[in-house]
């Protein structure tokens, strides 16, 4: 009576597998026509040649996100989401790319119970420019690395006059500017003469970086002076302070910890929980 029962269980559940996935093939032809999820122009197909139960549970998923959002009104999703529909569509884009992971990335089932995951990572090779040496790019952005472009921050004093010498040199002629709190006040004129309508004169030697800052009136100790230059990359003494990265491939290692628990069902749970199973394909 038992095996009975089974095979006739498995033959509804069979049936029903058959139902959803004709179900799921009607929904895969909706939306690969919809714009703007990047399923068209036949990449919901391509997915389903790839990977039959992906594709269709996808569209399933679209379906019912559809269905829900629909019958959400405008509080509802406020209360909700704490947010506007905005914050839904961010749920979405989230959701979608989760579900392709596996089309992204390239995936390494674990073959112990410590395993390593691996990941790229690209990390500046020298402190310059605003840039530290070790440090992860897209965790630390130096806009400077790349370029030629220096600041150096002077130590202001309450007086007219500011002289000594830039960190970095040769520079490059029409390159200097002179800032206080943070604006250009003055520049070079590519003949070593600094000017500038707060300055009453200024000087700035390229090949030895000195330079000589006068303004008609002083500062206040309040505020900041820096000197934004380029340097001459070309020059063979400054090769060293090019810009340069490392990629590292970077191990992670993984080990799962058991949790070891005990449990036991009847053979009447077991059947109750094979309907639950059909009930479950049934919704979708």
Do not use: C
Not at 1 to 9: I, L
Not at 142 to 154: F, G, P
Not at 230 to 256: H, K, M, P
Request: proline share 2%; glycine share 6%.
């Amino acid at each position: 009576m038992e095996e009975k029962n089974k095979a006739a269980m498995e033959e509804r559940f069979q049936q029903e597998l058959v139902s959803r996935n004709a179900i799921a093939d009607h929904l895969i032809e909706k939306w690969e026509r919809k714009r703007g999820l990047a399923l068209d122009e036949g990449k919901f197909k391509d997915l389903f040649n790839k990977n039959p139960s992906k594709a269709r549970n996808l569209a399933i998923v679209l379906e019912n996100e559809e269905r829900h959002l629909k019958s959400l009104t405008e509080t509802q999703i406020s209360n909700a989401f704490n947010g506007t529909p905005q914050t839904v569509v961010k749920i979405i884009r989230l959701g979608y790319p989760n579900s392709i992971r596996g089309d992204v990335f390239t995936e390494f089932a674990m073959t112990t119970m410590k395993d390593t995951m691996y990941k790229i990572e690209t990390i500046y090779d020298r402190t310059v420019r605003g840039a530290t040496s070790g440090n992860v790019m897209y965790e630390s952005t130096a806009d400077r690395y790349a370029s030629e472009i220096n600041v150096d921050d002077l130590t202001v004093t309450a007086t007219t006059t500011f002289s000594g010498t830039l960190s970095v040199y040769p520079l490059r002629p029409y390159t200097v500017y002179v800032k206080v709190n943070g604006a250009i006040v003055a520049n070079d004129n590519g003949s070593g003469v600094l000017s500038g309508d707060t300055l009453s004169s200024g000087t700035i030697n390229y090949t030895t970086g000195d330079y000589s800052i006068v303004f008609s009136s002083a500062l206040a100790t309040t505020d900041t002076l820096s000197v934004q230059f380029n340097e001459n990359s070309e020059d063979s003494t400054l090769y060293s302070r090019q810009g340069q990265v490392n990629v590292q491939l970077v191990g992670y290692d993984f080990r799962a910890k058991p949790y070891p628990i005990g449990f036991m069902w009847s053979k009447m749970l077991n059947f109750k929980w094979i309907q639950h199973f059909i009930l479950v394909w049934k919704m979708f």
